[in-house]
């Protein structure tokens, strides 16, 4: 068998149904087997399209996604998505052409050293060196990127080995000798674990997306409901636990909810569930959750002590750890704490003012309602992403899409993408503002052509809102480079003469058009359900742009560097 | 503190960049770093010493038992261990001091490996320690050149 032939069996065997990539001259004989192959493929417009719809394929189903790439600049445009891949620990596989061995290290054209660029941003790379060694290299990829903690793993693949014949077979079993993840909980720790529980008079659960990747959303429920825990997400985290569940705080953090980063700063115990204590989680360390006991459930051990100080570490798979604790779980004195946490909810909801135009917010709930939470959401990066995060209440695992570790803008169309190819019958949303969208708008003729209808929805304000935010926040309200609407005729500092404004750029119907898409413009409040509607029941990919309120902001917000509890809440609604 | 960590690795090639990159990747400081074939040729072993408070060295040690090519790491810091180093230093002397260096390389149990009328090369191994202490008694006369392996270690 070939080289090329191998990878293609390899595919087949770990029966990779879809993947995305774009062809060139390093990787065609890859490329010619695929032809004619049952793997379904969607070209993209561009690598990087590849990478994220592999990702969202991956989040969206929990298994490998794959993407292909030729060498040089094809494998260097797959590099943003692979960093977002492995910042968020998303079970990705990627193949990039690579020159003939013998012309590696010579700047031959096309060349780069791309297992040296994605050194930090793969959880593995490899450069197959002999035809040999490629069916055990394939095996082992597919086994890394999938099991511990998952993440991209990149394989590049000179051509000449693509071309070489061997008689090596795939190997059976995978043995790593330096790769062996711990899955069960230490007995002893999780014995522990269940007494800090049962002893806890404020303790709440802090639950990330090690949750989703481990499948432990029952495994969570059980525990909440049994000892009587409330439970917050990360914005990773978001479907891990029902939003609609009574014990539910929604997302912690920066843009989290007020009740949250109460409940966290006021905790006596914090059960860390997959989940990393990101920046954006713990707001100043210093001041992070003074008088909580912390127990850490986590399959990395270099993700505990890292950040916090944690009390009783438990290393393994979470879905089996939370097993062993339901087993010994009992319900603590939380009855008190848990009035207390509902009065919170009560008095600080999420909020906004439905005052001076179309609000963000408002098409998100609208949404919301009108899927009843069933849809796939991928979110690209900015405002639109909090606000999504903060509305959209998630109530299952695997249907809320959004570059968390990395913040890609440009991520959530092809990921959706992705998602759509492995759930054709589902309504697949993305959720993103005119600044995201246009970082991966080519993939709109991916989606036509590929029969991929996932519904758009640009929250048009025509600036980066969340550095304008930041800007107005932060910067004295000098918007340096986040107006869109800005050209050559502005002055060199904005006099804020909105009349003036030169028109926005560019014209999303037409562009929805053009690549034979639909186009929806909503500018008030009353059109926003029935545009939805519309988009939902037209059977092909719908761009539906949504004028909103130029300068909303996201609240409540954590300032960066602030204690959690340094809120600024943002509006009064009295 | 000064940390001496063994880590077991394949022997590939790009696993010296991966524990390299990952020092620099997440500034981490290495002041030594040496890397050998095991006797098992498919192994190579690496003594690294890294400083740090205890809460970085940990994380290190976790950072590098993540990657998939480090088969067993291993902080000798509170451990029974025996280290040695060994330096190469061309030291400036003349006909009157070369007597003298040469007794002071001999209480340190060194070795002359080249001499020629203006130099002599010493060759010494032993702790960081005893090497600092000779150099800093060759210092006066001028040390022209000097090598250190650094450190490589092996427990008890």
């Not at chain 1, 080995?161 to 330096?178: C, Y």
């Not at chain 1, 989680?281 to 051990?301: E, M, Q, S, Y």
């Not at chain 1, 604790?325 to 509902?342: P, Q």
């Not at chain 1, 990919?541 to 809440?569: D, H, L, T």
Request: glycine share 10%.
């Amino acid at each position: 068998m070939k080289g090329c032939e191998i990878v293609v069996e390899a595919l087949l065997r770990e029966k990779v149904e879809v993947m995305f990539g774009y062809p060139g001259g390093m990787i065609m004989d890859v490329f010619d087997v695929l032809y004619g192959s049952p793997i379904r493929f969607i070209l993209t417009r561009h690598e990087q399209g590849a990478a994220h719809a592999a990702d969202g394929y991956a989040r969206a189903t929990g298994r490998v996604g794959v993407c292909i790439a030729t060498s040089g600049p094809g494998a260097t445009n797959l590099v943003t998505g692979l960093a977002t891949a492995y910042m968020d620990s998303v079970p990705v596989v990627a193949i990039t052409g690579q020159v003939p061995t013998p012309m590696i290290g010579n700047d031959a054209f096309q060349e780069a050293d791309i297992v040296g660029i994605t050194r930090p941003i793969t959880k593995h790379n490899f450069l197959v060196s002999t035809v040999e060694e490629l069916p055990r290299i394939l095996r082992e990829a597919f086994h890394i990127a999938s099991t511990g903690r998952p993440g991209p793993v990149l394989i590049d693949l000179p051509k000449d080995i693509q071309k070489a014949e061997t008689d090596a077979r795939m190997p059976e079993k995978v043995e790593i000798r330096g790769y062996k993840p711990t899955y069960a909980g230490h007995p002893q720790q999780v014995r522990r674990a269940g007494a800090e529980i049962a002893r806890a008079k404020r303790p709440v659960i802090y639950a990330g997306g090690g949750v989703i990747s481990s499948g432990a959303e029952r495994e969570l429920k059980a525990l909440a409901v049994k000892a009587g825990i409330p439970v917050t997400t990360t914005l990773l985290g978001l479907g891990a636990f029902p939003e609609t569940h009574a014990l539910s705080l929604g997302m912690l953090g920066m843009h989290g909810t007020v009740y949250a980063n109460y409940a966290m700063m006021e905790s006596d115990l914090i059960v860390a569930v997959g989940a990393r204590f990101d920046d954006r989680v713990t707001g100043k360390l210093a001041a992070f959750a003074p008088n909580a006991r912390i127990i850490h459930i986590d399959i990395d051990p270099a993700s505990v002590q890292k950040n916090v100080k944690v009390h009783i570490p438990i290393i393994g798979d979470v879905r089996n750890v939370l097993g062993q604790l339901n087993e010994i779980a009992r319900k603590g004195d939380t009855g008190e704490w848990l009035k207390r946490v509902a009065a919170w909810k009560r008095e600080h909801p999420l909020a906004y003012s439905r005052k001076d135009g179309l609000k963000p917010q408002f098409v998100i709930e609208t949404m919301r309602e009108l899927t009843k939470g069933e849809a796939i959401v991928a979110t690209d990066v900015g405002q639109h992403q909090m606000w999504a995060a903060q509305y959209c209440r998630p109530v299952r695992p695997r249907t809320f899409l959004t570059s968390g570790g990395l913040g890609t803008m440009g991520y959530g169309f092809p990921a959706a993408l992705g998602a759509q190819a492995a759930f054709p019958d589902r309504l697949v949303v993305v959720i993103s503002g005119d600044g995201s969208f246009q970082m991966n708008i080519q993939e709109l003729a991916t989606a036509v052509e590929n029969d991929l209808p996932v519904k758009v929805l640009v929250l048009n304000n025509g600036y980066l809102g969340m550095v304008r935010q930041w800007q107005q926040l932060f910067y004295k309200g000098r918007y340096a480079s986040t107006c869109l609407a800005r050209d050559a005729r502005c002055p060199t500092i904005c006099d804020g003469k909105a009349k003036k404004c030169p028109p926005y750029v560019p014209d999303f119907l037409k562009v929805a058009e053009a690549y034979g898409a639909a186009g929806i413009r909503v500018e008030r409040e009353r059109e926003v359900a029935p545009a939805l509607r519309e988009a939902f029941r037209i059977r092909k990919p719908v761009v539906a742009e949504f004028i909103v309120a130029r300068e909303e902001n996201v609240f409540p917000m954590v300032p960066a560097g602030a204690a959690m509890q340094e809120m600024i809440k943002g509006i009064d609604l009295a | 503190m000064k940390h001496t960590i063994s880590v077991l690795v394949e022997n590939k090639f790009g696993v010296l960049a991966r524990i390299a990159g990952l020092f620099s990747g997440r500034g981490y400081n290495i002041d030594s770093l040496s890397v050998a074939e095991t006797m098992d040729p498919s192994v190579s072993q690496m003594t690294i010493v890294a400083q740090g408070e205890d809460r970085i060295i940990e994380q290190i040690t976790k950072q590098l038992n993540k990657l998939v090519d480090v088969i067993k790491v291993q902080d000798y810091a509170g451990e029974e261990y025996i280290e040695r180093e060994l330096v190469l230093v061309k030291t400036h002397t003349t006909s009157e001091t070369r007597a003298e260096v040469m007794q002071i390389v001999g209480i340190f149990r060194g070795k002359i490996v080249d001499v020629d009328r203006a130099s002599v090369t010493v060759e010494l191994t032993g702790t960081e320690d005893k090497i600092d202490a000779l150099l800093n008694l060759l210092k006066p006369f001028g040390i022209r050149e000097l090598v250190r392996t650094g450190k490589i270690a092996i427990a008890r």
